[in-house]
Nanobody, 124 residues
Framework: QVQLVESGGGLVQAGGSLRLSCAASGRTVSTSNMAWFRQAPGKEREFVAA???????SYADSVKGRFTISRDNAKNTVYLQMNSLKPEDTAVYYCAGGRGTVRPREGVDGYDSWGQGTQVTVSS
């Protein structure tokens, strides 16, 4: 059984930083595509960042230069380092996993495992 558990969300002032973690069981992150999505109130779930089986990474334009996705194979954990946070980054952040592919996948259809989400709130 695949289980993804996010942690690290919370309250932060604009310009601050947070590090989200996604601990995986039942799936090996080093051979999978792993990603972060987010959903703000009244908005659709949107792609944030992904790291592929090949180590290739992909980022949404809105977070390029500010967010970094990484993984620790020994801990079977994926991270999202978020710097220079803005109020518009406020959302529930979800970890997702899927079959490893050579090209980045940025749509929700590319992932078959999802975490429960962790709230990130950025104040002005």
């Amino acid at each position: 059984q695949v289980q993804l558990v996010e942690s690290g969300g919370g309250l932060v002032q604009a310009g601050g930083s947070l590090r989200l973690s996604c601990a995986a069981s039942g799936r090996t992150v080093s051979t999978s595509n792993m990603a972060w999505f987010r959903q703000a109130p009244g908005k659709e779930r949107e792609f944030v960042a992904a790291i592929m089986w090949t180590w290739s990474t992909s980022y949404a334009d809105s977070v390029k230069g500010r967010f970094t996705i990484s993984r620790d194979n020994a801990k079977n954990t994926v991270y999202l380092q978020m710097n220079s946070l803005k109020p518009e980054d406020t959302a529930v952040y979800y970890c997702a996993g899927g079959r490893g592919t050579v090209r980045p996948r940025e749509g929700v259809d590319g992932y078959d495992s999802w975490g429960q989400g962790t709230q990130v709130t950025v104040s002005s």
